[in-house]
Structure formats: C-alpha cells, structure tokens
C-alpha cells in the first residue's frame, strides 16, 4: 500500500501562484510513477502533470504546460506541483496518483493509489 496525502491547496487570486504537495508514505516512493489530476464542480476528472520514476520525463495537459511544473523528492517521498500564472478555470480538487509503470499516463485508470485531494480555489 501506498498512502498519499496531499497539502498546499487554498484560495488564491487570478494569476497568483500555489504550491501543492503530496507526501507519499508505505512503499518505496522511487518505485512509482507518480501524477496530478483534478477534478471541477460537474465534470470529469481530468489529467494535469505526470512525473517518471527517475524524474527523466515529465508530460501536462496542453493548458498546463509553461504555468504548471511537477517535480519530485526523493529523500522526503514528495511529489510538488508549482502553479503559476493560475486562472479562475483552474479551480477544482487536486488529487495526486501513483502507479507502476509509466504509460498512458494522462488516463486516470492506470493509477493504483490516490490521495484524498486539496481544494484550489481561483477567484477573478
């Protein structure tokens, strides 16, 4: 089993900057692939950022990519999500994910292990 819990949520203006974090504890952190879904008030859950195992590759949603940055500590089994430049259209629960194998990445199906999500609310 792995445990992730997530931190760093909260309500931030248009165009600030937040940090999530989720700390992973159980098994060994450097084992698993690990991403950021997040999911709106009605709507599906969709796929924000994904970090590889050795931190070798990265992959966002088009409307992440150059505001959004995933990274990962190994030494604290932490995987970050730093947002910036953040739009209303970005509020939503942000859960992070961890699964074996890095493919196909962006379907929420492949992940074994959730956390319980961190609201981010984005006012105009």
């Known amino acids: 089993q792995v445990q992730l819990v997530e931190s760093g949520g909260g309500l931030v203006q248009a165009g600030g900057s937040l940090r999530l974090s989720c700390a992973a504890s159980g098994r060994i952190f450097s084992n698993y692939a690990m991403g950021w879904f997040r999911q709106a008030p009605g709507k599906e859950r969709e796929f924000v950022a994904s970090?590889?195992?050795?931190?070798?590759?990265?992959n966002y949603a088009d409307s992440e990519k150059g505001r959004f940055t995933i990274s990962r500590d190994h030494a604290n089994s932490t995987v970050y999500l730093q947002m910036n430049s953040l739009k209303p259209e970005d509020t939503a629960v942000y859960y992070c994910?961890?699964?074996?194998?890095?493919?196909?990445?962006?379907?929420?199906?492949?992940?074994?292990?959730w956390g319980q999500g961190t609201q981010v609310t984005v006012s105009s």
């Open positions: 994910a961890a699964r074996v194998a890095y493919l196909n990445v962006i379907n929420s199906r492949g992940y074994t292990y």
């Open positions: 970090i590889s195992r050795a931190s070798v590759v990265t």
